[in-house]
């Protein structure tokens, strides 16, 4: 009898040390939607209320680089990879001709048909536009021009959009000169709507090849 009443204390001690593992204090927090966290929305899982699940997107990119290449490949191509628009730009990135040489790519047929190879070319060129706007990413990062507010990632999004000339035009005028694409896009819209991702993890190098 002694030895039952032993185990069963036994199981139970197990139980109680297992279940306080699972309390919310060990709740992850995520957070989504503005690169300045006292503004975000947080959500802590796992959590008792079905309704903070709702807002939860899966996969979960938020201002992560992920989300950054994943949000401007779909405003240029709703990120399919074998799209070529009435301007000749292809992938899901739109690269046009010139900046596919510019990393060392000159098959563009090749180019459109890997998704990996595109992959790795919009890494390659936002390398070698980081190295290009370097001084002007010190010089004007956290400035507010033109009524945007000046981030890496949205300098990095204007030159992919542009190039780095229209970027730098843009920022050297304070604005005032005002660069667009064929089809209305401007460098101050990218600069807007894809600013405060996280792009330090991208290297800088003039020389970036494939």
């Known amino acids: 009898m ?7 204390g036994s199981v139970a001690l197990t139980i109680t040390v297992l279940s306080s593992s699972f309390k919310p204090s060990d709740s992850v927090y995520l957070y989504a939607n503005s690169a300045d966290v006292s503004h975000e929305m947080s959500y802590v899982f796992p959590s008792l209320n079905p309704q903070d699940y709702n807002h939860l997107k899966v996969p979960f990119t938020g201002k992560f680089f992920i989300g950054f290449k994943e949000a401007l490949a779909f405003k240029e191509s709703q990120g399919k990879y074998h799209k070529i628009n009435s301007l000749g730009y292809m992938g ?3 690269f046009g001709r010139d900046a596919l040489a510019s990393i060392g790519i000159h098959d563009s ?5 890997n998704p990996k190879l595109q992959e790795k070319a919009f890494i ?19 400035q507010t021009i033109a009524g945007v507010k000046i981030t890496e990632s949205g300098i990095l999004a204007a030159a992919h959009l542009g190039g780095t000339r229209s970027v730098k035009r843009f920022l050297n005028s304070q604005g005032k000169k005002k660069c667009h694409d064929q089809y209305g896009s401007s460098v101050k819209s990218y600069m807007r709507d894809f600013a405060g991702y996280e792009t330090a993890g991208i290297v800088a190098n003039s020389n970036a090849k494939i």
Do not use: H, M, P, V
């Open 2 to 8: 002694i030895k039952k009443w032993i185990f069963c």
């Open 92 to 94: 899901k990135y739109q």
């Open 109 to 113: 047929a090749a180019f459109l048909r």
């Open 124 to 142: 390659t060129l936002l390398s070698k536009n980081k190295a290009d706007l370097q001084d002007e990413i010190n010089e004007f990062e956290g």
